[in-house]
Each structure stands twice: as C-alpha cells, then as structure tokens.
C-alpha cells in the first residue's frame, strides 16, 4: 500500500458536510462567551464600566482581569508572559479587554457592546522602525527598549570573510506578514465538572494544551480531557496557546456550565497569530564563478503585541536554514525580535524555514545578475553534492539527510524547455504589446520531521518524540491511535497504507483514532512536517510490534519456527509449506486463548510505539514558475509552474501531490497576493476577507508535479514530510520569475507581494531611468 494513490479515507465525511468541527459539539447547558476587544492598539485602561452590560437580559456575569485574579498567564519568554485579559494597557487592536457570558451568543455580543471602557491614549509603534526608533515608549512594561531578545549565532560576524571576497553585495529584503484564515476560526468549548475539566477546541496540539491547562489549574493530566475533532485548518497557528482556552474553562468552573466560544473572521484576522513578518539585511561576498564565499544576515522580526512562545523562536531556524541547498563556507546571522502594537506572530505553515529560502535563493539571483551569469549556473556552482551527505551544516545538529540537490534540477529541467523559453523571452522583449515574460527558479531544502526532543523542547514541548498504538480485533480489523492530530493532512489514509503494509491487513478495515487525550494518552501534535516521518516512524514500530507477536502466535499454532513464518494476504505460512497456514483472524482470536499459547504470553495483540527522532529531516526539491507581465497594468499572470521535490519515500502520491499543490498555492499568494498592513495608528488594514485577499482558483495555474526520491536515513520509513515544502519554495519561484521577466531594464528587485501596481511602478520607473540614461548618452 506504501507508494499507492489511494483515494483518501477522510473525503467523504468532509465533502459531504458530516465531519464535526468544534462549533458542531452541542451540551445542554451551553453558555456562550464574547470578547471586549481594545479598538485602541496601544493605550493604558483608565477604567471598565461592566454595569450596564451585566444587567441585560441573558447575561450571566461579565469579567475583566480584575474579577480573575489568581488566572495565571500564557506561556512565553520569562517576564513576557500574556495574561489572558489586558490589565493596566492594551498592546494591539483586538486585544481582549473583558467577557461576557450570556445565555445566547447574540446577547453575549449585544452585552459586550454595553461595556464602557476609559482609554488613555499612548504612542503607537506599530512598525518596526516605529518601535525601535530613539525615544519609541516601551510597549511591555519593565523593560528598556522594545528589542525583547537579540542573538546572534555565529562565532564571527563574517566581516574579514566579506571584505576579502572579490565581489561583494549587501541590499534588503522583506518577508511581510501574512495570515493563516484556516477554514474554522479559533473555536473552544469547555465544560468542567466535579470529576475534570472536559475541553473541545480548534487545536493541532491536544495533549500539549492538555499538559498546559492542567498545569494552570494545577490539575492532574488525567483531570483534563482536551479534544480537538476536525479543525478546519491550523497551518502552524493552531499550535499556539490561546487565552480563550484558559478563559472558557475557568468561567464554566465559576459558572458550573459549558462555556463556548466562536471566534468571528474579523476576530481571527486580528487575533490569531499572524506569520513571516521578517525583514532581512544581507551581504554576500562571491567570487567571479558566482562560488558563495561568506553570508551575513540580520534578521529582524516583528513579534507583535506580545511574544508568542513559538513565535519568539523563529528567527533561530530561520538562522539555520541560511544557508539553503548550498556549501558556503562562513555564514554569520543574527537576530533581534522587537514587539510592535501588531498582532502577536507565531508559527505559519513553514515557521522560519520559508523566511531562510526566501533569503537565500534571492542572494544567488542577486550573484547572478551582478556578474551577468543565469541563476542556474550559481545554483549549480554552489550546490552541496549527494556524496556529501549526510551534510553538517556550521550549526550544532543541523545535519541535512540524504538528498539530491542537483539531481532535483536536472529532473525539474527535462520538464522544462529552458533554452525556448529564454528564446521566447528574448523575442517578448522587442514587441511592445506583447507581456514581459519571466522564468525563475527555486532550489530549496527545508526542516521536516520536528524533534529532536532538544530542539523541539526549546518550542515549550515535553518532546520531540511521537506515540503510536495499534491493536489487531479478533475480527481481524486493526485500529491505530496516534499522539499526532491532524487537520487536513490525511493521518488517516496515511496511517492506515503503513499498517496494511506491515500487517497485511485490508485497507478498509483499518481505523484512526487521533485528537482525544482521553483515548490517546500521549503524544505531542502535528505540525513541522513530522505527522509521517515522527508520527508514521511511531506507527510503523508499533505495528512492527504487533507483527512480531503475531508472528510468535503463528508459529505456535502451526507448530513450526518464528524465522520460517511468511505473512502474505492476511494469511500466516510456513516457508516452502503455503498449504499450511492461518489468517490474521484466527491468530487474534488465538490471541486472547492463553491456554493455547507458548507459556507466558502477554495476551492480545496491542502494542504502542514511541519514535524519537535523531535528526531532523531536510525535505528538498527544485521548482520553476513562468510569468507573464502585462505591461499596461503591471498584473502578473502564472503561466507555468513546475514543481520536482524530494520528500524521500512517498507514502501516497496522490497526497503527496494535494499538499505540494495546497503549499505552492499559499507560496503563490504571498509573493503576488496576501499581506497584513497596518496604519501607523497600529489601525489593521485588513480587518476582514474584504480587505485580505486570498487566492482563488482564477489566481494559479495549474500545476506540474514530479518527484526525486532519496529516502532519508534517520527513520524507518525513509519518508522526510511535504505539508510545508510548496509554501517554502514557491515564493521565490514568483519573485525571480517577475524580477527576471524585468531584469533587461536593471531591475533587481521588488519586495512581496507582487501586485499589479507594485510591479507597474517598478516597471515605468525602470524604463523612465532606461530613458534618462539614453539621453544622457545621447542617443
């Protein structure tokens, strides 16, 4: 089943609306809790007027931080911490400032309406140049500048590297913020009784959350039941901690009722924390075969209001991955993160690593158009070949796994006919009606599989690892829990091939249980690309457990050794004898008969599996996107976009195909489309999906797929993750297709998103400068 296009397991339920989101659960009881949220991005509460809106109809109780005194804090850097309601000021728009509990949610919200807050007004710093300009107002309180941590990760700061290369070029880049608008907003329902505390909510993480409120409340983990069902999307912002979650559980404890909480979409876009947000200084230093001799690279990210606690760490894997695909022998980044009167930021799908390959892909066009070299013969000339895997980057435990880096743009090469399109491009250029057409390339490689347990500790976890549990039914059917909770990634189809695979158990008949801390004991989420190579490895052990058991009842039953039992078909038989044998269902049933199996048989076939990686994996790939510009309006249009990746062994390629599709499409929008903006009254700018816009399917093209297949070393399975990959390569596929697609005018560069009036103004004031150096020379 490894390597099948099997239609997933998990469509049906969702295309035909019978999945269960959050907002389907319904208690009776339900009360329904609505935010006062600051319409101010940074002021200080002079007061809170609560009566009015506790006296209407409906409403149970309205709270500010005042009335919870004792609620303890998000987690985040040290002194940093979030409390769930503002207390003493407000640090972005959409803050919460008070709850309202009612017993419907529309009169929760018309009460809310009737909370009376007194502002005092203080300076906004929402930019950061604004908030680490001289003289900016600290924004949290006890500290002396608006820089909450600065690092730099390299022994040296590669100066004497740079000043004695023979080219040397520094310039800017920008990595704006974007948002992750998943299907479903943030939605929660709690309930606590006298035996625990009973938690639905929208989360890729259930038993860290578990683990987090139980250690709020100081409750035992067993105390706590966190259940995430299906939660319409998270793309890495529902790993993150919300106040909403704390805020429900303790009200439904004041209450003695389930407390809900639907989040709106112009909430989300202003709550949920947003992505990217990067700006990057970088010099390179390279000599006159375009060889990359040292980097330099200060990151400055935007952190928001507050410090997200898997936000804050970014910029560190960012650092990381600077150097991309490529043997640069000194690399020196830095980083400082700065709070701004901004949403908090936090992890989106590819949490730093896109940030890095945006970086680094853009320095090898920058080498190739400063010496007049294409791209492709930089990247060629810089690579990190296959014998020099696996590869130990300068960074302690950043060793890149098997890969093919420039195998992956070979294979991207014979679907792309780049000599006819440089021909092409070259004939555009002399028809002024005709569109500007641009080729760029994108040769990546990124993290997957997260663990190590010491790296993935520094994020909050209690691991790196993953669980797994498979048990065989005496029918013969198999179910599997798993720690890793997915939402859309297709655990379920996934899962299901590995275990048909290693138990020769029918497809159909095999079932997931994931999401529920109740059922699944432990595990620690799904985000980083680790649901197959971390989640898979755990589900591959643990049916590999249940086989060699299976194995042992075998040969019990057919009087004949271990090492000469074959499974095939469902069926168990001795080598060279196939007449003799049993099917799966008869060894389960046996299973649980200990009076007819070896002395000392534990019964059942049930067995969990932890896997703890060693290494990260490094997913890889080659991708080459072709625009056309139209000269009048500046609008870009996709023509082509090719996509080769290496995520070693496909599981499902027909999967495999839906996320590198779902990724370039979140990469497309973020190089032309998507941006949070915000005035510099800290006003958002796109407060709803009117102003924010998302991609359609009129905006992308349709796709080119293929694969490299270099299995990784460092699991069982050889497989290295994909969900990130198209976000991570993508944008800067776009990004130098429309610098190229201008490069003949000395265009160099243009910051994301590529909009059409963005890319006309970069247009007419290159052929305004062509002009005025034409008559300049005079001709």
Known sequence: MVGASVVRKEDPAL???????VDDIRLPGTVHMVFVRSYLAHARIVSIDTAEAARLPGVLGVWTHADLEGLPATRSVPGMERPCLATGKVHFVGEPVAVVVATDRYLAADAAEAVVVEYEELPVMASIAAATAEGATPILDGLPSNVVLEQQLSATDAEAELAAAPHRLAFALVNQRCAAVPMEPTVCLSDWQSSGLTIWGTSQTPHHMRNEIAQMFGLSQQEVRFVAPDVGGGFGAKASFYPEFLLTAELSRRLRRPVKYVETRSENMTSMVHGRAQQHDVEVGFDDEGRLLALRVRITQDCGGWPDATGIGLPTLTSFMSGGCYRIPTIAPSFRSVVTNTTPVGSYRGAGRPEASYMIERVVDHVAAELGMDPLEVRRANFVQPGEMPYATQFEGIVYDEADFPGCLDK???????????????????DPEAPLLGIGFSTFVEMGGFGPTPLFEQFGYVGGWESANVRLNVDGSAVIKVGTSPHGQGHQTAFAQIVADQLSVPFERITLIHGDTATVQ??????????????????????NKVRDKAIRIAAHMLEADESDIELADGRFSVRGAPQQGVDMAEVAVRAFKPHLLPDGFDL??????????????????????????????????????????????VINPLMAKGQ?????????AQALIEEVTYGADGQPGAGTLVDYTLPSSKDLPRYETDHVVTPTSFNPLGAKGLGESGATAAPQAVVNAVVDAMGHLGVRTIDMPCTPQKVWRTLNAALASQSESAHQNGS
């Open 660 to 668: 590198i599709h779902g990724g370039v499409a979140q990469g497309i």
């Open 15 to 21: 295309l035909t609306g019978r999945g269960t989101f």
């Open 604 to 649: 059942g076939l049930d067995e969990t599996a932890f896997h703890e990686p060693s290494n990260l994996s490094y997913p890889s790939g080659a991708h080459c996107c072709v625009v056309e510009i139209d000269r009048g309006t500046g609008k870009v249009r996709i023509r082509r976009y090719v996509a080769v990746d290496d995520c070693g062994t």
């Open 412 to 430: 991207l090469l014979e679907h792309v006919d780049y000599e006819a399109l440089r021909t092409e491009q070259a004939a555009l250029r002399n």
């Open 522 to 543: 432990e595990g620690i989420g799904t985000m980083g690309s680790r649901g197959v190579p971390v989640g898979g490895s755990a589900v591959f052990k643990a049916a």
